[in-house]
């Protein structure tokens, strides 16, 4: 177990449909980072907060966007969804001073 | 742009045998990392192991070791005593550090690892 939790675990959807995916970091980790792994693109960085800032921003469609709340959860927001948005989508935390992410289980995003 | 290639996308070993997977990268960056991730069947990422960019000795972890070729841009991983649960997708994995702060991670498209018993 890293620490760091995602919800949904699965998550099944229609076509320009809007869902969020939720995660928690490990305590004490400011930087959330999302990660996208298909089997066309592989695993692509999408975007980064550190302490409820945006501090990077990958491949990330203009549909999609991210937050990080005041008690450092973070929650992406894949809006107008598409059959190419499925995927499985990774948060990662990490602790100011360490390089190592911790990632979660993983959103497995099926779009119909 | 920081760019991550693994040129073999599959590879098997025997029990007990060791292997060698590659990587590459290119980048203009001088403060950086290299990582090895594991992903098993379970789909979880965890990190096998890690290296400064600013260290000369190779990073070791028990039964894995790396060949990090600094000037080649260049950063194997080796697994000795290959075990039935090294069996994965390994990916090798850059981040870049500026102003003291960790970058995100930049990845390679993968090598599928089999160990055979």
């Known amino acids: 177990d890293s620490g760091v939790t995602q919800t949904p675990k699965h998550l099944i959807t229609a076509t320009g449909q809007r869902v969020t995916l939720r995660c928690s970091p490990r305590?004490?980790?400011?930087?959330v980072y999302w990660y996208q792994q298909s089997l066309d693109q592989g695993l692509q960085f999408l975007i980064q907060y550190y302490n409820g800032e945006e501090r990077a921003k990958g491949n990330i469609l203009e549909r999609f966007s991210a937050q990080q709340f005041p008690d450092l959860h973070s929650e992406l927001n894949l809006s107008s969804l598409e059959l190419g948005d499925s995927a499985l989508y990774f948060c990662?935390?990490?602790?100011?001073?360490?390089?190592?992410?911790?990632f979660g289980q993983g959103t497995r995003l099926t779009v119909v | 742009a920081q760019t991550v290639t693994q040129s073999q996308p599959e590879m098997s070993v025997q029990e007990a045998e060791t292997v060698t997977l590659s990587c590459t990268y290119d980048?203009?960056?001088?403060?950086?990392?290299l990582f090895w991730y594991k992903q098993p069947p379970s789909r979880q990422m965890i990190l096998v192991i890690r290296?400064?960019?600013?260290?000369?000795q190779n990073a070791t972890e028990n039964r894995f070791s790396v060949n990090f070729q600094k000037a080649a841009k260049s950063f194997s991983l080796k697994i000795s005593d290959s075990q039935l649960g090294d069996t994965a997708m390994y990916f090798c994995a850059f981040m870049r550090i500026y102003g003291g702060s960790q970058g995100n991670l930049i990845f390679g498209k993968g090598t599928k690892l089999s160990v055979k018993p």
């Open positions: 305590s004490g980790d400011l930087s």
């Open positions: 990662a935390s990490s602790a100011p001073t360490d390089t190592e992410a911790f």
């Open positions: 290296q400064e960019a600013y260290k000369q």
């Open positions: 980048t203009s960056e001088n403060n950086y990392y």
